[in-house]
């Protein structure tokens, strides 16, 4: 069984399974992830968490700009696998070709369900009630490749995107280390996926996280939960910028866009099919803080 890998990985749903694999005795030859990005109004380079971990265990960090450029690089390593885990670039064909038994992909969706760069926001998005850690065979279409084994997982209804993302991980690195060695030595087949039951998702950018008032109340609920984090749910109250932290749905009706007061002092907002009640939200340059406070703090009347 060949335990020489290579790991493709950047962030904080990678790390994991890197740490999974060097607890678990694999010999990383080699870490590729994407380059150190400035970030805060320092603007130091922020390492990728993937490459926290490889440089506390000593493994070799490789972060190209340009895939293509480490072919050698790779090669010379010898390893005969690779396993990837929210890497954040496609892997051109010819790097997939160094490896003889192939690059092992760790996609947190129930394949062929929710392909592409956001499956875990596009499950609470979507409201499913299921989920799945999906291991399967890289190849140059975007996770079309051929499933080894899957964990499926219940999502609770108010599940945030954070708190589903570690569900995922702890469920992702124990199916990894159980179905690793039957990958490896070929024992464990892969199943073709169905395409024609394929859905996609988009790479989600800051605006996706403008509220829009005149949606159902379902939808914006869900988004406020999907995009927690990155990119944030944000709207303009008070004439104040704010993101929307935690929320209730009410069945209550009104004008979508228009806000009034609960009975227990909280902020609400109509929407399509009921109301929004905010519980907890934050103001551009603040900390969260109740939307009662926020009232208290920013409202004329």
Not at 54 to 78: F, R, Y
Not at 113 to 140: F, N, W, Y
Not at 174 to 193: E, F, R, Y
């Amino acid at each position: 069984m060949p335990n020489k890998l290579i790991f493709f990985g950047t962030d904080d749903f990678s790390a994991p399974f890197l740490s999974a694999l060097i607890e678990n005795g694999y010999d990383v030859a080699c870490v590729v992830t994407k380059p150190d990005v400035a970030r805060g109004r320092s603007s130091e380079p922020v390492k990728p968490e993937v490459k926290e971990v490889a440089e506390q265990h000593g493994v070799l960090v490789l972060q190209p700009a340009n895939l293509s450029k480490i072919a050698d690089n790779l090669s010379s390593t010898g390893a005969e696998a690779g396993v990837l885990a929210s890497y954040g670039r496609i892997i051109p064909d010819h790097l997939l070709e160094l490896f003889p038994t192939g690059i092992i992909n760790v996609h947190p969706s129930d394949l062929p369900k929710h392909r592409g760069p956001s499956p875990i926001e596009q499950t609470i998005l979507d409201g499913d009630k299921q989920t799945a850690v999906s291991l399967m065979q890289l190849t140059a279409k975007m996770d079309a490749g051929p499933v080894y084994a899957k964990t499926k997982l219940n999502v609770p209804s108010k599940i945030s995107k954070q708190a589903l993302k570690q569900s995922l991980i702890k469920a992702g690195t124990s199916l990894m280390v159980d179905k690793l060695p039957a990958i490896l030595s070929g024992q464990l087949k892969p199943t073709h996926q169905d395409n024609s039951k394929a859905t996609y998702t988009k790479l989600i950018e800051k605006s996706d996280g403008q509220i829009v008032w005149s949606r159902s109340v379902q939808e914006i609920e869900r988004q406020v939960r999907a995009y927690k984090g990155w990119p944030g749910s944000f709207t303009e109250l008070f004439d104040v910028r704010i993101t929307i932290h935690e929320t209730n749905i009410s069945p209550k009706s009104g004008q979508p866009g228009e806000h009034f007061i609960s009975s227990n002092g909280l902020l609400s907002v109509y929407c399509a099919q009921g109301a929004l009640e905010l519980i907890s939200v934050q103001p551009a340059g603040k900390k969260p803080m109740s939307s009662a406070d926020f009232i208290r703090g920013y409202s004329a009347g």
